[in-house]
């Protein structure tokens, strides 16, 4: 299901248009269910609750992608692309923004300051991104 938006992604090379197969989305969905399911969890710590919920973020925006026949690369890029991909307003995508940069200075730079309100705004973004997933029509061919 081409969109006109990342069409133009995949004319600059920065995305790939490629058809997903149904295993593979189920798989990305089950992953990214699984991850925000731990990421509620009170029990683990903050900064494990933030690395689940966003790699759960991540593998349901990837799913969402993929459901259309694109592929990246960029982590970055699977999130700036839900707009498109899932319909998902502006505001949210700035929490997954906020997300990403908080997760390369952690992952690359070791400097691990995970507030409670970005991690609550990443599942409540996370939950919405999962419940337009679950609203793909499962009849289309991806």
């Known amino acids: 299901m081409p969109l006109p938006e990342l069409e133009n992604l995949v004319r600059i090379q920065k995305l790939k248009a ?3 197969t149904q295993s593979e989305f189920d798989g990305l969905v089950k992953s990214g269910l699984a991850r925000l399911k731990d990421a509620q969890q009170p029990s683990l710590s903050l900064e494990s609750r933030f690395d689940l919920a966003y790699n759960a973020a991540h593998a ?3 799913a969402a992608m993929r459901w259309h026949g694109y592929r990246s690369e960029n982590r970055y890029l699977v999130f700036q692309c839900l707009t498109h991909t899932t ?3 502006a505001n949210q ?4 923004d906020q997300a990403h940069r908080k997760r390369n200075l952690a992952e690359y730079e070791g400097d691990i300051d995970i507030e409670e309100s970005l991690l609550t705004g990443l599942i409540q973004v996370t939950n919405e991104i999962a419940k337009r997933v679950s609203e793909f029509d499962p009849v289309q061919t991806i």
Do not use: K, T
């Open 18 to 20: 490629e058809a997903g």
């Open 60 to 62: 349901l925006s990837l």
């Open 87 to 89: 319909g998902l307003p």
């Open 93 to 96: 995508w700035r929490i997954l």
